[in-house]
């Protein structure tokens, strides 16, 4: 049954999308006697302004900020990331999780506001003049694209779920889920309708807005789910196909380019722009590269304004890059027994002016709200897990920082880098909270950084980050992914000469040793290195088999040590979750909606 979950005040949101016409057409406008859903917009500008609200509330999963926030809903308990404190170790799934989870409901109200903007710009479209038919369809098209991408995701995080096919003007109390296949394939038509609708990305420079390639990316993770789902192998078929389509519009970038590149001149901040240690994946992660046309496998881009000056002087959104959430709580760590000399900190006494408040190779001044796991800050490059440990997405200070430069000038080691093995361990904190950082994410050196806003912000009587390099743009699609579904399509039909040749290919643009053998393991593996801070790992990983997942949190979460796991302080794992197993399939339902739902029963799902 498609029903609207989310019902969104109609007269509220036309009120609130007259911003978008001046103040001289507003006066100009005739009043309108009643207002009504058909009447309710007079420009096409409102109907954009609607879509990209929808927009908006996506990449949200891509910013994180102060406090807790989408962005570490995506990862937080799996493999790679979790909570520091008891009440966010996301990892241990009987104090953490429940079916009243104000993250489980952030993220399922985003996803069908999401749905609901998108059907509602899908009506006004008829009611509203257009200056070209053009224009109208790739509107639509970039509607029914995020409405069927919601979709997917909502399957693939919750299972079954209602399907919103339509704008509702009254609150309804009676829906029902739908089958989790048929939603995969309600999901699949709407992003096949759009693809047909959308811009190729040569045909725009809207980086932030869906193109034909973000269909054919998300259209071949849909038939993998669905097949995965129903069992019907052809479905693995058409994942083929369209991974295929996706990287034939996309290449992957295999040659240094960009502001970074060998052959670069001048310099920003002091440091020149040439990055001799450079490598085509960490050019890839240059903010200005991002959005060149050259930068072939770039499909769909969370943009942030640029630098400060512009921030300031059209006052828009400046996302958090360096944040409390995903940087080391440097200025708490002390020196290990071995290397105190009694002369204080590493990083917070004794701070050279010539370096400033927080060195830039810091990235800045965190709290590791949302450590990453052990297994993604070591474990996942040694030679057991990566088939050697050359690989250049895991470069010492080019796209990794696990050593932080000493900064404390009384020492004998100023200057020099320490890691892991160089802090106190005294405290469980101390071992939670000293994580390394990625290029994706932090600056590795001053280059990145924006000098004209460089003070600290001060929140909750604290001074928690430097904000010299907020503004960078984040990939929410890139090709990188379409080789790896296109590598588990191939293995899942049974072909793993083409998934093993398949992942070998991004391999070798990593200068990794190549792959001997493939199985979802290896490919869950690479997805970890590939796409760390990118992907949606727990859809990721709750589409596919729960055999298939399970296994990898009870290995290598955080919170879910066994009896004989090595933990703390010789690495940083704690044993918290005494559970065998997991016992969920798919995350809860919140419980507002199934208390809320009168008019019919919305079940739980199993296991909570």
């Known amino acids: 049954m498609k029903k609207n979950i989310l019902h969104i005040a109609l007269i509220a949101l036309a009120f609130g999308l007259t911003a978008c016409v001046s103040d001289k057409e507003f006066l100009e406008e005739d009043p309108k006697s009643t207002l009504t859903l058909e009447n309710a917009y007079s420009t096409s500008d409102q109907v954009v302004a609607t879509l990209l609200s929808a927009y908006e509330l996506y990449e949200d999963f891509y910013f994180a900020g102060l406090g807790s926030d989408p962005f570490d809903y995506k990862q937080a308990g799996t493999d790679i990331m979790d909570g520091k404190y008891i009440s966010t170790h996301y990892s241990n799934f009987t104090t953490s999780w429940s079916s009243t989870s104000a993250f489980v409901k952030t993220v399922w109200d985003d996803y069908y506001k999401i749905i609901s903007y998108c059907n509602l710009a899908i009506r006004q479209a ?36 209602p399907i919103v ?10 829906y029902v889920r739908d089958p989790r296949a048929e939603v995969y394939q309600y999901a699949i038509s709407q992003m096949e309708e759009a693809y047909s609708m959308l811009p190729s990305r040569s045909e725009t420079t809207s980086y932030g807005r869906a193109s ?25 078929d058409s994942a083929v196909k369209w991974a295929q389509t996706t990287i034939a519009m996309h290449p992957l970038m295999t040659e240094r380019f960009g502001v970074r590149a060998p052959g670069a001149t001048g310099s920003r901040n002091g440091i020149d722009n040439a990055l001799a240690e450079g490598s085509a994946f960490s050019d890839l992660f240059v903010s200005e590269n991002m959005t060149t046309s050259s930068n072939t496998e770039a499909i769909w881009i969370a943009a942030s304004a640029p630098d400060y000056a512009t921030y300031a002087a059209s006052g828009s959104e400046g996302h958090y890059t360096i944040t409390i959430d995903l940087t080391p709580a440097l200025q708490d760590m002390s020196f290990s027994a071995s290397l105190d000399e009694g002369v204080g900190k590493p990083w917070s006494e004794n701070i050279p002016t010539s370096i400033g408040m927080y060195a830039y190779d810091l990235g800045g001044c965190g709290w590791c709200q949302s450590p ?41 080691m100023f200057g020099q880098y320490i890691g892991y093995d160089g802090i106190s361990l005294d405290s469980p904190l101390a071992g939670s909270v000293f994580v390394p950082i990625f290029y994706k994410e932090t600056p590795m050196d001053r280059w990145d950084w924006d000098t004209q806003n460089d003070a600290a912000i001060l929140w909750g009587g604290y001074f928690v980050l430097q904000r010299g390099a907020l503004y960078r743009n984040k990939y929410i699609a890139r090709t990188g992914d ?28 990593a200068n990794a040793t190549p792959a001997t053998s493939i199985d979802i393991q290896v490919i869950l593996d690479e997805r970890a290195r590939e796409l760390m801070l990118e992907e949606d790992r727990w859809a990721t990983f709750l589409r596919m088999k729960p ?6 949190i009870l290995n290598y979460g955080m919170y879910t040590a066994k009896s004989g796991d090595a933990t703390y302080p010789t690495v940083r794992r704690w044993s918290e979750y005494t559970e065998s197993t997991i016992k969920f399939d798919n995350w809860p339902i919140p419980q507002t909606y199934i208390e809320l739902n009168t008019e019919a029963e919305m079940e739980q799902n199993p296991g909570w």
């Not at 034909?212 to 097949?227: D, T, V």
């Not at 440990?389 to 470069?395: A, C, G, I, V």
Request: no cysteine; hydrophobic share 35%; charged share 30%.
């Open 372 to 412: 990453i796991t052990w297994f993604a800050s070591y474990q996942l490059w040694d030679e057991q897990h990566n088939f050697g440990t050359s690989d250049d997405r895991y470069k010492e200070g080019v796209t990794v920082r696990t050593k932080y430069r000493v900064i404390n000038e009384k020492h004998s």
């Open 547 to 552: 055999e298939e997942w399970k296994p990898r």
């Open 482 to 509: 379409a080789y790896l579904l296109l590598a588990e399509a191939y293995l899942r039909k049974g072909d793993s000469g083409n998934a093993l040749s398949t992942l070998n290919t991004l391999r070798a643009r």
């Open 126 to 161: 008829d009611n509203v003049n257009w200056s070209s038919d053009s224009d109208k369809n790739r509107v639509l098209g970039e509607a029914k694209f995020l409405k069927g991408f919601a979709h997917m995701r909502l399957a693939e995080l919750w299972g079954d779920v």
């Open 165 to 174: 096919d339509e704008f509702s003007e009254v609150s309804r109390f009676d």
């Open 212 to 236: 034909k390639g973000a269909a054919s990316l998300y259209l071949a993770e849909a038939y993998l789910a669905l097949g995965v789902e129903s069992g019907i192998s052809s479905n693995y």
